[in-house]
């Protein structure tokens, strides 16, 4: 299920031709607070600032015709109900459930089948189309798959030794193999490879990879042995071209060493675990058609031929292949590790039952005044209240203005935000008192809009705040002492004396977390606000 809506989500958004990045839409979603659901889809959607739409509708043609021609849609799939995505394609709909598996069915099928439930992407010009380019991942993977089958062709051609082209092609295709069970060893598997690995009840790559006899003397995996003995072959075969070495004689000899751990490999699957790797099977089906290629090219021959600068070159491929593989695996330990810590630390953080309770303990304001022509942005009737106060002069406030640009863009509607002035009114010739003034001016003579194009002026890090001002229209400029000297007042009741300092509903925000992470609490918050106000009433 969890994996099913990385999914279907990452489609939809390809499908609409946006981009993001894929590895924050997996820590988005997957320490949503609300995962997995519906919810935690919108609320990762609203993260990138993509406009979506989450409702029921009618189930009917007419409604079906009307929808995008992309959508996730809540359906009955093997008489349970989840969200898939939905594809219209010519009087058919084509049903994606995960990475690999689809069906096409027709309309009557899918309205039978469909609740009515839907999350779509709403076009927008806020949004930016790309065309898909040369990086995408698809074509990227293409690219490379014909590089190296340009370097194997390559190799073929101008090596003419039979065994030396069969072997390499052979570790060549271990090698892959290899990285795939490597892979679903340290969790980094496909839904592709977990259904081929699990194709039949008697197959299990978990049940063999995790078992005890994975493991020589407690030590050493077989799948990292597997892995760096084909790169091993392969580089060695590499080197015994470019060094005009003659190393059939080494590789022969290991070929052979590796017989006896396929043999192990069999039995353990067979009489031990009674489950069956498909991917170890493929392993062993190339160590033995390269066991099959020393019988076809004379073993003896090929092991006369020993050369003390093909044992060289193949010392120095094992050296190289298993300090690199130490190195990547220890890099991919600690990234996987990482992650995973950030994710339990965002699903944690962003739990509401924590946040309440950090915010019922901050500071309550004494006074919770409000004042005529002061600035004020949002929504003026939202449930949740923000009051900021603020100074163009400090530079942690011009983080703290960018966080509540960052809210008003993402929240919208949800809240009102107040943004006041600490500001002693008896210096006029002050930069803060004119700034303040000019600010309120633009606000109350020109409109909102301009008057937050303004703040985010002044807040920028690298402006020149008296240069600001005098490039700004003097005429019309009011007084506005009252309503600062009113601000001024209402900082020395609340014992404000630091800016920035950010207020919700009266309390101060929790410390413990950025302003930003409001966005994931703003409807619980707004729901027990709803409650309190209904148990008052009562």
Not at 51 to 67: F, G, H, T
Not at 277 to 303: E, K, R, S
């Amino acid at each position: 299920m969890k994996e099913q809506l990385h999914t279907i989500l990452k489609k939809l958004i390809v499908k609409n031709n946006i981009r993001v990045n894929k590895e924050e839409l997996q820590l988005q979603l997957s320490s949503h607070p609300s995962y997995p659901s519906l919810h935690a889809l919108t609320g990762v959607l609203d993260h990138f600032n993509i406009p979506n739409l989450a409702l029921r509708v009618s189930v009917n043609s007419e409604m079906l015709k009307k929808l995008p021609p992309y959508f996730i849609a809540n359906l009955v799939v093997d008489t349970v109900e989840d969200l898939v995505l939905v594809e219209k394609k010519k009087g058919k709909i084509k049903i994606t459930t995960t990475a690999n598996h689809t069906e096409l069915v027709k309309e009557e099928e899918f309205l039978s089948r469909w609740n009515g439930i839907i999350l779509a992407i709403e076009k927008s010009h806020h949004i930016k189309e790309v065309e898909k380019s040369w990086y995408d991942n698809a074509i990227f993977n293409w690219i490379s798959s014909v590089i190296v089958g340009l370097c194997i062709t390559y190799f073929l051609v101008v090596q003419a030794d039979f065994f030396a082209q069969v072997h390499f092609i052979l570790s060549c295709v271990g090698l892959i193999i290899s990285v795939f069970v490597v892979k679903h060893e340290l969790g980094l598997q496909s839904s592709a490879t977990n259904q081929f690995c699990n194709l039949t009840e008697k197959t299990s790559c978990d049940a063999v990879l995790r078992s005890k006899g994975s493991t020589i003397f407690k030590i050493f995996k077989l799948s990292d042995i597997s892995l760096t003995v084909f790169a091993i072959y392969c580089l060695s075969w590499i080197l015994f071209f470019i060094g005009e070495a003659n190393g059939s004689a080494i590789i022969s000899m290991f070929t052979v060493l590796a017989i006896p751990f396929s043999l192990y490999s069999l039995y353990y699957q067979y009489s031990v675990i009674k489950k069956w790797c498909p991917l170890c099977l493929g392993i062993v089906a190339v160590l033995m058609f390269q066991f099959g290629t020393l019988i076809v090219n004379d073993f003896f021959t090929l092991i006369s031929a020993f050369s003390n600068k093909g044992i060289l070159l193949f010392i120095l491929s094992i050296v190289t292949t298993i300090s690199i593989w130490n190195v990547l695996k220890s890099l991919i330990k600690k990234k996987e590790s990482f992650q995973k810590t950030t994710v339990d630390h965002y699903t944690f953080k962003r739990k509401f039952s924590i946040f309440k309770s950090l915010y019922e303990e901050s500071d309550t304001l004494l006074e919770s005044n409000h004042f005529s022509e002061e600035l004020v942005f949002g929504n003026k009737n939202a449930t949740v209240e923000l009051v900021l106060v603020t100074s163009p002069l400090c530079f942690f406030c011009k983080k703290a203005h960018s966080d509540i640009e960052y809210l008003l863009d993402k929240l919208k509607n949800k809240i009102k935000v107040i943004i006041r002035f600490n500001v002693d009114i008896t210096n006029k010739d002050a930069l803060l008192y004119r700034l303040a003034t000019r600010l309120h001016t633009i606000y109350n003579i020109e409109g909102e809009h301009n008057a937050l194009k303004a703040l985010h002026e002044v807040y920028q890090e690298d402006i020149n705040l008296q240069k600001w001002l005098d490039n700004q229209n003097t005429e019309n400029i009011r007084s506005f002492d009252r309503l600062l000297s009113n601000q001024h007042q209402w900082c020395q009741i609340n014992a404000i004396n630091f800016t920035p300092a950010l207020y919700q509903n009266n309390m101060l925000f929790p410390q413990e977390y950025d302003r930003t992470d409001l966005i994931y609490f703003i409807d619980d918050f707004i729901a027990s606000m709803q409650v309190q106000s209904v148990a008052l009433v009562s």
